[in-house]
């Protein structure tokens, strides 16, 4: 197996070059997702986009959060849920139930403990095995995971980024996701990873694997330990300020403990059922594009002005999937 | 080199020792933690507290957020310069000035550029150079590094938990501080990283390495690509939560725009020069005890019953330093 693109070789050039022609300093990792050429972005799918509305602030400033849901091969019988969770409405009047530091914000309807009556879930739901936590994949990385580095590196069978990982033999990208993933004689998986602002699906002690009606995301470091241990589904591409600024819980793990702390969810829907002019259109940026390559080695090699010792590797939650907007908002 | 303490191996027959007296599930980490020896807590010399006050919230939630400064031999002149602003009370009435999403909080005296006259800063402060960034350390580590794994192990020579990791050589903990460092046939360097909580010295471009009057917190995923680049004098121990809940900057890089949601800080003052009977009180946990190694494997190795499936492994920054309070508060 040979490395096809050596990232940091390629950016020392094209930097080279530049540097000739125009004196600039080497461009900062936005600045190379600012000129990445537009067939490098990827549109998202209106049935991959749900649209939380929270009640605006006391200020006027409306709150609305976007979530991605995750494509095949992960997660997918939790997102077909939160697809007919969505369209039944089940969400709306629901609410932010946890907000714990440095760790998630989850929501969704009161746990019967919590002396509601709980909320039907809509018929229908697809019942997991804790095997769909994460995917097969071919076992071919033998080669690539011997040699992987902290330098994210590209190889001929693995169109994106790979670097050593704290948790996993490696970890990459795959269609725009961050992974992580297992080698061995039998058994080769890979699986998204808990990185920041990623959405999982709320569950109870095993066997239970979540049905997807109480979701969170997360708004601290890395909870990495929960790779492989619940449903990954998705994450916020926009308004996790929202959900990350909110008062923290108070009572274990984060749970409001006075009732009336906690948000209402006014409604939760997908961006393909909504109408065509109030639809939130995102695009994020290939990570098998020369660009993200690029933008990879950037963010682990930091040459921009401000910095004076480049890290020589990142890890694979300090690597966020450039995603933007593309209508008017 | 020899590998002194196998956590893995000693948690294990801890366990198995455990389950057949009483059949408990695996202790989760932070049941390591609350059974650790008094021995194991080291207390916090008073010195190397820092207590932030802002104002109330309308409903009358106190707001203190109390800073530990590191020991030597990292950052030592920054820490020395923190302490003298704080007895000028430089800081107070001075602001909350940037809170940017996943990144940090940065508070001080505005900058000239934000309309302000600037408040002069005390006589006697220290300036430091790039080089302090790092500390020198014994050249020690051909060994070890080369046998780094992820699960967290530890060695003769340096007795606390080392994992690899993806920004240096190796990843471990330092007198009670999660460090990194990098080995070398004639250079061997260490420096404390930025993990959530962690606090760094705001400065301006190359070669100014800031003098203490800004500072920052991290409140998101570890911005590790800083290490290095930026003086790390410390971590928020308590009260994190009035920063990180904070109302994120709508200007570049999370600056306020609105002069008037800067949150005013009320006073900044060492322990030590607080009366006795108000003086908070903080431990932590011994990094080079036997406690820490088992809690640093059982983060590393969720076996606590809600998990199905153990990480084996996890970077330096999802193994926080337990700290504690010990007055009554």
Same sequence: chains 1, 2.
């Avoid at 972005?41 to 991959?48: F, L, Q, S, T």
């Avoid at 108070?250 to 909504?274: C, H, N, Q, W």
């Avoid at 040459?303 to 480049?310: H, L, N, S, W």
Wanted: net charge negative; hydrophobic share 40%; proline share 10%.
């Amino acid at each position: 197996m040979r490395i096809l693109f050596a990232a940091t070789c390629a950016l020392a050039l094209a930097t080279a070059a530049f540097a000739q022609e125009v004196e600039a300093p080497p461009p900062s990792p936005s600045e190379i997702v600012s000129l990445a050429p537009t067939d490098d972005w990827i549109a998202i799918d209106p049935e991959n986009l749900v649209v939380m509305t929270l009640p605006p602030l006391e200020d006027g400033t409306e709150r609305k959060v976007v979530m991605q849901l995750i494509g095949a091969p992960f997660s997918q019988g939790w997102v077909a849920n939160i697809r007919t969770l969505a369209r039944a409405k089940y969400w709306d009047g629901s609410q932010i139930l946890r907000v714990q530091d440095n760790y998630v914000v989850q929501w969704g309807q009161p746990d019967p403990e919590m002396g509601v009556e709980p909320k039907p879930v809509p018929e229908g739901l697809k019942v997991m095995t804790e095997g769909e936590y994460t995917a097969g994949s071919p076992n071919w990385l033998t080669g690539p995971v011997l040699q992987a580095k902290r330098q994210p590196q590209v190889f001929e069978d693995w169109p994106a980024p790979m670097m050593t990982d704290a948790y996993a033999d490696f970890a990459s990208f795959r269609d725009g996701w961050p992974i992580a993933g297992v080698q061995g004689m039998h058994l080769a998986r890979q699986w998204p990873v808990h990185c920041y602002g990623m959405v999982g699906v709320g569950r109870n002690m095993s066997p239970d694997t979540g049905d997807g009606s109480q979701l969170y995301t997360v708004i601290g470091h890395a909870p990495r330990h929960l790779d492989r241990n619940i449903a990954v589904v998705g994450r916020i591409v926009e308004g996790i300020e929202h959900l990350s600024s909110l008062p923290r819980g108070t009572g274990p793990l984060g749970f409001y403990e006075d009732e009336s702390k906690r948000v209402p969810i006014v409604s939760v829907r997908m961006a393909a059922d909504m109408p065509e002019s109030e639809r939130p259109r995102f695009e994020y940026l290939s990570t098998a594009s020369e660009s993200f390559a690029r933008y990879a080695d950037a963010r682990a090699n930091r040459r921009d002005p401000f910095f004076i010792q480049p890290a020589g590797g990142a890890d694979v939650c300090n690597i966020p999937v450039p995603v933007r907007r593309t209508d008017a908002e």
